[in-house]
Nanobody, 122 residues
Framework: QVQLVESGGGLVQAGGSLRLSCAAS????????MGWFRQGAGKQRELVAG???????NYADSVKGRFTISRDNAKNTVYLQINSLKPEDTAVYYC????????????????WGQGTQVTVSS
């Protein structure tokens, strides 16, 4: 069975930082592109960062320069370093795995974690 388990969310003040982790099991991790999505209250789920199997990254314009996605294939783990947090970053953050590099749509990812809440106070 494939499992993706996120951790690292929490409540932080604006300007603070968080590091999210996603531990994967049950799949050939290095063969999958990984993505971090977020979904704020009343909003659609959107990609914030993606990374290919060999480490090429892409970011949403709203987070570029503040968020960094990385992966450790030996640990089957993908990370999202979030700096300079803003209240508008408040959302549930989801880890996802898919076969297509540079996929940006929810439907292009097959496996999903349960999400971890990030709340940014002003």
């Amino acid at each position: 069975q494939v499992q993706l388990v996120e951790s690292g969310g929490g409540l932080v003040q604006a300007g603070g930082s968080l590091r999210l982790s996603c531990a994967a099991s049950g799949l050939a991790f290095g063969a999958y592109a990984m993505g971090w999505f977020r979904q704020g209250a009343g909003k659609q789920r959107e990609l914030v960062a993606g990374i290919t199997g060999d480490g090429t990254t892409n970011y949403a314009d709203s987070v570029k320069g503040r968020f960094t996605i990385s992966r450790d294939n030996a640990k089957n783990t993908v990370y999202l370093q979030i700096n300079s947090l803003k209240p508008e970053d408040t959302a549930v953050y989801y880890c996802a795995a898919g076969r297509q590099n540079y996929a940006i749509m929810v439907a292009q990812y097959r496996y999903w974690g349960q999400g971890t809440q990030v709340t940014v106070s002003s």
